[in-house]
């Protein structure tokens, strides 16, 4: 069958003469399948470049920036980190297992790039409302997607938040993320500078699976989806597990002087995008290539995006000693060619030549000019209609407990080996981000991803800011220090005037707060057309933040557990009337209302207060403040501790008129609560006074329940046993698992 | 004492059991590439956990059939000590050198979570210096640890002294609550007759240091200890 003759371009008219012009001729077939795969949003992030470029990139502690496979950090003693994250919404949401498990795999082999070993795992999920079968469905597979996966390669799966939200229910998200040790003078880069390399692919052999999987991905869902399945990759973690030994150990000899792995758009993406970052050329035999199919045209072998294959630049001489090394670990390979000088990509077929097009061209796509505009809906959404305080106010605190937003996700975090690799310090559910020991050291790092997608759509730049806002106190809560982001964009569809103005929003929100809170950006990632072409409806603007801090002392490492009876217990930063997109108002029916706004001042001095009383060591447990507001921040501190509390509202720092459900759950940024002993409650007090954050004891830690008053009336009162019954069980009895 | 640690493809807690034996308790350990694994060159070996083999068939039994297990099956001969740990237990059993089967959890899934482990024996130089009924933290990541035998290899097991660890609550009780897999008897460990192999599913190495425990305790480390004081 000669595909070549059917290919399917989505190129624009613009853009088909565009390239013309670039090339000085018509392309064949091949390279125009090339130029649609480079030239697609998934690929060139035509729409998004340009408005990505405000993100600070800078930083003392900024070893790769963004433009490669993945951000670097030095995290001190000569040692780095290198992080990235990517979605697989579109695979997901048509295949959610193979496509969440497949989405694992190529964050992996990013990691890998750099010559980092893979030491940890995040997902970040968003899913319709758990009573729909179809995101039952989604939520179980992708789960199950990711922990098949990820158990197998032996990289523990660390933390993650999932959320549920009808405007998911077609469009699931799936970010996952991976994060990687290494030494800061073995770093290698997916580039090709020296001329006469040799190319060796390495790993899974090529077949059909995943061809325009890209094209795909740039694409709104329709029914038709159902039909691109056969553009889903399938994954294969033993394989994989090979490829994280067998390119460490290559890279180790010394004779690799570049890699980059192949994802989207496959060897296309992969020896264009080497060789126009060293501005040379390449020059490949198509028929070398291991295959798992017969009769491959040279369009199916350059777009294929079949998986676990990674691509290497090797000096001349170091061919042999890299080969014995793929041997022995019993992997596929194939010499298929050599680096040139040209500046130009060169594909022969059995002797014929077949591409001849310059690198540049592929890489350098044309800028897509969108327009943005903000919704005449974005405009009421700070109208809310009013709404009586309920009397009872525990049953309140039952219903968010048990909200699947809310509830405890353990039967998500059991299915995924987090202990793996022997650096786990604080594990999923035990606090605000996983906390893992870098074993040469005394150091660790703490990671979170995050992300609000209610308050985003009610503001996409006070959401997305405080998003940045919320994943640096949860860093912080654990006694880190935020040194870096990389994220992943979730949109709708960005020809949609309303769309690319939640995006630019978006970026501008999460600026302001990496600038005001000196975090620069390492990385990134854009997914747009997310959005179900029946409906219409696009999905809440998303945009996970992914925080690496820093923890200079395992002693320092805090959890959320309450532990002592009598301590105090403390709440820094004041409590505002921001309710909008809150969990109180989602199970009340509130629509609108004025989600939490992100102030850098009021965060810099809230998280510098708790930084410094973590390392004078006044803090037994801290808890960032957010989702579910004061009650729930409060609740699972006392379940994780197995211990109650008592509280009272009167001394809480608010605004002065804020009713007593309000206070209770309000989730305005820029809060923690921390407990600490007696003696030191004072000294932590004057420690937030001289940082100019408000901050007051509201209560104790008592034996057993859970009780919140002001001054004599009672508000809340209910045992802890119940409360944990209530938030354990949501999840699974929602999925029918109990 | 010279211990092997044995590397499939696939193994994936080698470099874990191989840190606790050299940088915890300071033992010559070497990491061996399955194909060039002899048994003269070691006096102690650990199958680790993973995925050998991916886990196709079964999980454990193409490692089971390859050479290095061959060698292995030797050093067990010569009464040298050997440690399985989850994918190494598998191993065990289904190269025949323990008795049993592992099954998938009972639930289908996979489960990773701390549980307590009951010291049923001290008669095994793996538990000598742990009191029989000492209860230890250690964790789970599998999803084929549920433990099953005929009812006569069961009876055996128990009149020879074979069970080693049992899942149970927190306090020394064989419950159903304190099963995580639904394995017979509750049955979280081996030995062979000859008391010189053990095969558990929970990871002592992920429990050999404080820092990593959830109870701040590093209980496997004495079963690790012991082992290499063979």
Not at chain 1, 478 to 483: L, R
Request: hydrophobic share 35%; aromatic share 6%; with cysteine.
């Amino acid at each position: 069958m000669d595909t070549t003759a059917t290919i399917k371009v989505n190129l624009t008219p613009e853009e088909r003469k565009e390239a013309y012009r670039r090339l000085g001729r018509d392309p064949n077939e091949t390279e125009l399948g090339m130029i649609d795969i480079m030239w697609s949003e998934h690929c060139s992030y035509k729409s998004s470049r340009e408005v990505l470029r405000q993100l600070p990139k800078s930083g003392r502690r900024v070893v790769v920036g963004p433009g490669y496979d993945s951000g670097v950090v030095d995290i001190g003693d000569g040692d780095v980190i290198a992080f990235k994250i990517e979605s697989h919404n579109h695979p997901s949401a048509i295949e959610p297992y193979n496509g969440a498990a497949t989405g694992i795999g190529g964050i992996i082999r990013d990691i890998l790039c750099m010559n980092c070993r893979p030491i940890g795992l995040l997902d970040s999920l968003r899913f319709g409302n758990l009573d729909s079968g179809h995101s039952r469905w989604l939520f179980h597979n992708v789960v199950k997607g990711i922990a098949d996966y990820g158990n197998c390669t032996g990289i523990p799966t660390v933390a993650g938040e999932v959320e549920f939200d009808d405007s998911f229910e077609t469009n699931c998200l799936v970010n996952v993320a991976c994060f990687g040790f290494g030494k800061a003078r073995d770093l290698t880069l997916g580039r090709m500078d020296r001329p006469d390399d040799v190319i060796i692919l390495a790993g899974g052999a090529t077949g059909r699976d995943g061809i325009h999987g890209v094209t795909f991905a740039s694409r709104v869902i329709s029914e038709e989806s159902e039909s691109d399945r056969p553009a889903v990759q399938i994954g294969d973690p033993f394989t994989k597990k090979l490829v994280i030994e067998a390119t460490l150990e290559a890279l180790k000899t010394g004779k690799v002087r570049g890699v980059k792995d192949l994802g989207g758009g496959g060897l296309t993406c992969a020896l264009s995008e080497m060789s126009s970052k060293g501005g040379t050329g390449v020059e490949i035999d198509l028929e070398e290539i291991h295959v798992r199919e017969q009769g491959m045209t040279p369009y199916e072998l350059l777009l294929s995006e079949s998986q676990e294959r990674m691509l290497f630049t090797v000096v001349p001489e170091g061919q042999e000693e890299i080969s014995r090394v793929f041997q022995k670990w019993g992997l596929p390979f194939s010499t298929i060619g050599r680096v040139t000088g040209t500046g130009r990509l060169v594909a022969r077929h059995h002797g014929r030549p077949v591409v001849d097009i310059p690198p540049r061209l592929l890489t350098h796509s044309p800028l897509a000019r969108r327009t943005a505009r903000k919704s005449k809906k974005a405009q009421d959404k700070g109208a809310t209609s009013r709404y009586r305080a309920p009397k009872d106010l525990t049953s309140i605190l039952y219903r968010i407990l048990s909200n699947p937003n809310i509830a405890s996700k353990e039967v998500v975090y059991r299915q995924y080996d987090h202990e793996v690799g022997a650096r786990t310090v604080l594990k999923p559910g035990d606090a605000d981000a996983a906390v893992l020991r870098m074993i040469s050291s005394d150091k660790a790092v703490a990671i979170k991803v995050d992300c609000n997608s209610s308050y985003c759509h009610l503001d996409p730049y006070h959401g997305h800011a405080v998003a940045v806002a919320e994943a640096a106190r949860n860093v912080v809560a654990t006694g880190a220090q935020p040194i870096a982001i990389t994220d992943c964009c979730n949109f709708g569809n960005p020809e949609n005037p309303e769309v690319y103005w939640q995006f630019r929003e978006a970026i501008r929100g999460i600026t302001y707060m990496l600038k005001g809170l000196r975090i620069p950006c390492v990385g990134g990632n854009v997914s747009f057309y997310n959005e179900d072409q029946k409906t219409g409806r696009a999905i809440k603007p998303t945009t996970m933040i992914v925080m690496l801090g820093l923890i200079e002392k395992l002693s320092l490492v805090t959890n959320m557990s309450l532990k002592k009876v009598g301590e105090s217990i403390v709440v820094v930063g004041r409590t505002l009337p921001e309710l909008g997109g809150s969990q109180y108002h989602r199970i009340m029916n509130v629509k609108g209302g004025s989600p939490p706004r992100a102030v850098v001042s009021r965060e810099k001095a809230a998280t510098r207060t708790v930084i410094e009383a973590i390392r004078k060591g006044y803090v037994t447990a801290a808890h960032d403040c957010s989702k579910g507001g004061l009650a729930i921040s409060l609740a699972e501190m006392a379940i994780k501790g197995g211990l109650g509390l008592t509280v009272d509202l009167k001394t809480i720092p608010r605004s002065p008129t804020m009713r007593f459900d309000e206070i209770l759950f309000s989730e305005s940024s820029a809060r923690f609560i921390v407990s600490t002993s007696r003696v030191q409650t004072t000294k932590l007090l004057s420690l937030a006074r001289k940082n100019g954050t408000p901050a007051a004891r509201i209560g104790e830690v008592s034996r057993s329940g859970y009780a919140i008053t002001s001054e004599t009336k009672r508000l809340i009162e209910c045992p802890v046993e119940l409360m944990q019954d209530a938030w354990r069980r949501a999840i699974p009895q929602a999925m029918e698992m109990t | 004492m010279k211990v092997a640690v044995i590397q499939f493809p696939g193994s994936n807690c080698d470099l874990d059991v191989f840190h606790v034996l050299r940088n915890v308790l300071g033992v010559e350990v070497d990491l061996v590439w399955h194909r060039s694994f002899e048994a003269e060159d070691c006096d102690a070996a650990v199958l680790p956990g993973g995925f050998s083999y991916g886990d196709y068939l079964r999980a454990g039994i193409i490692a089971a059939h390859s050479p290095a297990m061959r060698h292995v099956k030797e050093m067990a001969k010569q009464g040298k000590p050997i440690i399985g740990i989850c994918n190494g237990f598998q191993i065990l059993i289904e190269s025949g050198l323990l008795p049993g089967a592992l099954l998938r959890n009972q639930g289908m899934m996979f489960i990773c979570k701390w549980v307590k482990l009951k010291v049923e024996t001290e008669n095994n130089p793996f538990t000598k210096a742990t009191a029989k009924g000492t209860i230890l933290d250690m964790p789970i990541a599998h999803a084929e640890g549920r433990y099953v035998n005929e009812p006569e290899g069961l009876r055996q097991l128990h009149e020879n002294d074979q069970v080693v660890f049992t899942y149970t609550n927190t306090q020394g009780n064989l419950t159903e609550e304190g099963n995580p897999n639904g394995s017979m008897d509750c049955i979280a460990g081996i030995c062979n007759l000859e008391r010189n192999v053990l095969g558990l599913m929970p990871h002592p190495e992920r429990a050999s240091e404080s820092i990593l425990s959830p109870f701040s305790d590093n209980d496997g480390l004495q079963i690790l200890r012991a082992f290499t004081e063979m």
